[in-house]
C-alpha cells in the first residue's frame, strides 16, 4: 500500500511539472500540442495539459549578433581579396522563425554570404575599400528582403575587414607615397611662388615709396633753390637800389664787408698757425674807414646836427696805401 502511494505522488509530481513552464525574459517558447503549433508563450507562468501540449522551441527574441566567416572574393577588375562581415538580427514573429526556416542561423549566414559575394563583385578594387557604407547597405536591404517571411529583422550589416593580396597592398602604399610626395612637392612649389609674389610686391612698393620720396626731394629742392633765387635776386635788388640812391658809398660798404669776411675766414684755418697778409694794415684801415663813413651817412640825424666823421682824402691824392719798394737784383 505505502509503494503504491509512492508512486503515485511521483507520478502527480511529474504531471505538475509538465503542466507548469516559466517562460524567461527575452524568450519566447512555441507550444505545441499533438505536434501542432498552437501557441508562442511569451514570459511568464503558464499551465499546460499534461501529456498533450509541450514546448517545441526556445526562440530568442533579443537582438543578436552573427559573425560571417571570411570570405576570398574576386572583383569586377579581378582582384582576389578578403573579407569579414557581421550581421545584427531580432527575431520578431517566433513561429515564423521556429518552423518557417529549418536552421536560422545557417540559412542568415548562407544568405549573406551569397549576396556579400554578389555585390562586392560587381565593384572594382578601389570601389570596395573605398565605399564600405554603399556596400553596407546594399546588403541590408538585399538581406532584409530575403529574410522576411522567416520573422526576422535586419538591423544591420557591417564590412568588418577588406584584405587585398600582398603585391596590391605594397603597390598601394607606394601609390600613396608618391601621391604624398606630390602633394608635398605641390605645396612647397605653391609656398616659394607665394614667397617670391609677397617678395617682388615688397620690393615694388620700396620702389615706388623710393621713387616717391626722390621726387618729394626734388621737389622741396628745387623749391628751396627758387626761394634762394628770389631772395638772392631780392637781395641783389635792394643793393641795386642802395647803389642808385648812395652812389660810391654803398659799393665801397659792401666790398669792405665782403673784404672783412675774407680776411677773417683765414683765422679760422685749422692748419694755419702763422698768417701772412700780401697786403698792408693801412688798406684794412681805409677800408674799415670807409664803412665808418657809410654808416655815419645813414645814421645822420634829420635835423642837420653834425657828426663825426673820418676827414676824406685831398683832392688829387690816393687813398690807397703806398706800397713797399722791391729791391732789384744785382743782375738786373
Known sequence: MGFVLGFALLVLVLILFTMVRVVKQGFVYTIERLGKYTLAAQPGLHFLVPFVDRVGHKVNMMEQVLDIPGQEIITADN???????????????????????????GAIMALTTTNLRTVMGSMDLDETLSKRDE???????????????????????????????????????????????????????????????????????AAILTAEGKREAAYRDAEARERGAEAEAKATRMVS??????????????????????????????????????I?????????????????????????????????????????????????????
Open 241 to 278: 637800389e642802395a647803389i642808385a640812391q648812395s652812389g660810391n658809398a654803398a659799393i665801397n660798404y659792401f666790398i669792405a664787408q665782403e673784404y672783412t669776411k675774407a680776411v677773417g675766414k683765414f683765422a679760422d684755418s685749422p692748419n694755419a698757425k702763422t698768417i701772412l697778409f700780401p
Open 280 to 332: 698792408e694794415a693801412t688798406q684794412l684801415i681805409g677800408s674799415l674807414g670807409g664803412i665808418g663813413e657809410l654808416l655815419g651817412e645813414a645814421f645822420k640825424p634829420a635835423s642837420g646836427e653834425v657828426t663825426a666823421r673820418m676827414a676824406p682824402p685831398a683832392p688829387g691824392t690816393s687813398t690807397r696805401p703806398p706800397r713797399a719798394a722791391v729791391p732789384r737784383s744785382r743782375d738786373s
Open 79 to 105: 582582384a582576389m581579396v578578403g573579407v569579414d562581415a557581421v550581421v545584427f538580427f531580432q527575431v520578431l514573429d517566433a513561429g515564423k522563425a521556429a518552423y518557417e526556416v529549418a536552421n536560422l542561423y
Open 135 to 205: 556596400i553596407n547597405a546594399r546588403l541590408l536591404v538585399v538581406v532584409d528582403e530575403a529574410t522576411g517571411p522567416w520573422g526576422i529583422k535586419i538591423t544591420r550589416v557591417e564590412i568588418k575587414d577588406i584584405r587585398p593580396p600582398l603585391d596590391i597592398s605594397e603597390a598601394m602604399a607606394r601609390q600613396m607615397k608618391a601621391e604624398r610626395v606630390k602633394r608635398a612637392e605641390i605645396l612647397e612649389a605653391e609656398g616659394d611662388r607665394a614667397s617670391r609674389i609677397l617678395r617682388s610686391e615688397g620690393e615694388k612698393q
